[in-house]
């Protein structure tokens, strides 16, 4: 058997390649994790939620107020050469420069520049009737998505056009 680096905390035991075992009284079970709608892997831990990639960092550098980065983009490779702590700032702009972030920018435009259809006048966005009615954008922007009215109108997204 190879000679993995490990470190053992409570009844865990969690190696450097990204593995964690779970002790029990006559047996030890691997821990996979609960996948999340983002990616990223949950784990049971002194009774609260961790991801899992940063129970990997905590048991080998201790805890931190910074941000995990998986430096290959993968967030199911939890092998602790792959992870590091580095501010919110650094991690958002390695995602850019790694293109994970691309399909949000590319919603964000597209959402952006979506027509607006109010009192039987369109819009070039919600944030331009914003500006027409005086409230804020993010006002303008939740009563279309929940169909509310915005001075006695309900404001809708208009189709793309193709």
């Known amino acids: 058997m190879l000679n993995r680096k490990y470190k053992k905390i409570d009844n865990l035991i969690i190696f450097e390649d ?9 047996k030890c079970k691997i821990v996979e994790g609960t996948p999340q709608r983002k990616g990223y892997l949950n784990v049971k831990f002194r009774g609260k939620i961790w991801k899992k990639h940063r ?11 910074l941000t ?3 430096i290959d983009g ?3 490779n939890n092998n602790i050469s792959n992870l590091e702590y580095v501010t919110n700032r650094e991690n958002v702009r390695r995602s850019f ?4 972030r691309e399909n949000q920018r590319i919603k ?10 109010w009192n039987g006048k369109v819009y070039n966005s919600a944030k331009e009737l914003s500006l027409i009615l005086n409230y804020s954008k993010s006002a303008c922007s939740m009563a279309i998505k929940r169909g509310s009215k915005l001075n006695g ?5 208009l189709a793309k056009e193709n």
């Open 18 to 26: 990204g593995a964690i075992w779970r002790e029990y009284s006559n």
């Open 55 to 65: 129970l990997i960092m905590f048991a080998f550098y201790g805890e931190s107020d």
């Open 68 to 70: 995990v980065d998986h």
């Open 74 to 76: 993968n967030k199911l």
């Open 97 to 100: 420069e790694n293109g994970l």
């Open 108 to 117: 964000l435009i597209e959402r952006n520049n979506k027509k607006v259809l």
């Open 153 to 157: 109108y309900v404001p809708v997204y």
